[in-house]
Each structure stands twice: as structure tokens, then as C-alpha cells.
């Protein structure tokens, strides 16, 4: 395990467990992967997106960008949804620190201030919610194994390779 940061710990799994479920997607048919279902935002392809939004709209305040609206949930394939997970996880990560530093917005015409470690917290655990809602998803499409998720497996993949 590459260090004991919770910081560094957060943001490694949550780009590691949602790159694993965007894995596990890939053998789907397009039908499974809009298949809706009653819970979360409806489907494994706009759930992953409405995560893909969150993540992108609080890197833009972190950044200091104004925040940009949701990420239409128009068709996309999981590759397209890979490719843009890894643009928004490398830049969210790169405006992280310092986690005490305070961060200003607004939403629904109500200012907000929190501090980056708090944006952080919330994305991951925001992503964390999500996944655990895809896996169930999967799980009634018959997937198996399902992909690895928890806290515990990252370390444990870690652990194993070395």
C-alpha cells in the first residue's frame, strides 16, 4: 500500500473502484447498460454519469472555475464514460491541497464555503454511494464475480502486488 495518507487513501480508491466498475461494464450490452432500474439516477450509464457530473462540477470549484451544469446523460459507450473519468480524476486530484484551504460557491442561489479535504470527503463518498447502486444494478443483470469496490480489496490488490 503506497501510503497512509486518508487523503491520498480517498481519492486512489475512489479512481480505482469506479475505473473497476466502468471494467465491468464493458461486457454489457447496450440494452443492460441502460437498463433502468428503480433506484439511483435510473441506469448503470446514467449513474456512472451523474457520478462523472459531481466530480466534474466540484473540481471546477476547487479549481476555481465557475462550476458547469450537469454532464447530459446522452448516450455515451463505456469508453467514452473511461476516457472521461480519467480527464476529471486527474484534474479534481490535481486541486486538492491544501486540504484546510476554504473553497467559495454558490447553488441555488445560496453561498456555500467548505474546506478542500470536505469536497474531497463528499466526492468520494458521493462515488462510493453511487457504486454501491451500480452493483446492485449489476448484480440483477446476473453479473458475477462483481468488480471490487471496498477500501479492503484496494488494499488487499495492493498488498498483493507488492
Known sequence: MPTSDPMTILLAHDRWATEHLLEACDGLSEDQFHQAFEMGPGSLHDTITHMLSALRGWGDLLAGRPVGGPIEPVNRPVNDLRALHTELADAFARHVRPVEEKVSGERGGRAYTFTRG?????VCTHGMHHRAQ????????????????SVVEWMLMADDQG
Open 118 to 122: 470536505g469536497v474531497v470527503t463528499h
Open 134 to 149: 451500480c452493483l446492485n444494478m449489476l448484480r440483477h443483470l446476473g453479473i458475477a464475480p462483481l468488480p471490487p469496490s
